[in-house]
Nanobody
Framework: QVQLVESGGGLVQPGGSLRLSCEVTGFIPGYDVMVWYRQAPGKEREFVAAITSAKHTNYAESVKGRFTVSRDNFKPRMWLQMNMLKPEDTAVYYC???????WGQGTQVTVSS
C-alpha cells in the first residue's frame, strides 16, 4: 500500500515563500521520477516540477527560477521550495510518482494580500 502525504501549505502574501513536503510510505518498484502537480479552482491539474533519483529536475515555465524541487532518496520524500509567490500560484498542490495514479490528499496554497 503506497501513501503520499503533502503538507506545508498555507496563506502567504505575494512575494512570500512556502516549503511543501511530500512524505511517502510504501514502495513502488520501477517508478523513479517524483512529481509535483497543482490544481486551481475551475482548472485542470497541471505539472509543476519533477525530480529523478539522480536529482535531475524539470520545471513548468511558470515556476522556473522561483520554485526548487528536492528529494531524499533514502526515505523517500520530496520538497518544493516556493519563493516569490504570486496570486496565480494559488492551488491545491499534489505529489506523486510519474506514471502512477498514486496521489496524496493535497495541500492548499493561497497567495493573497
Amino acid at each position: 500500500q503506497v501513501q503520499l502525504v503533502e503538507s506545508g501549505g498555507g496563506l502567504v502574501q505575494p512575494g512570500g515563500s512556502l516549503r511543501l513536503s511530500c512524505e511517502v510510505t510504501g514502495f513502488i518498484p520501477g517508478y523513479d521520477v517524483m512529481v509535483w502537480y497543482r490544481q486551481a479552482p475551475g482548472k485542470e491539474r497541471e505539472f509543476v516540477a519533477a525530480i529523478t533519483s539522480a536529482k535531475h529536475t524539470n520545471y513548468a515555465e511558470s515556476v522556473k527560477g522561483r520554485f526548487t524541487v528536492s528529494r531524499d532518496n533514502f526515505k523517500p520524500r520530496m520538497w518544493l521550495q516556493m519563493n516569490m509567490l504570486k496570486p496565480e500560484d494559488t492551488a491545491v498542490y499534489y505529489c506523486s510518482f510519474q506514471g502512477t495514479n498514486f496521489w496524496g490528499q493535497g495541500t492548499q496554497v493561497t497567495v493573497s494580500s
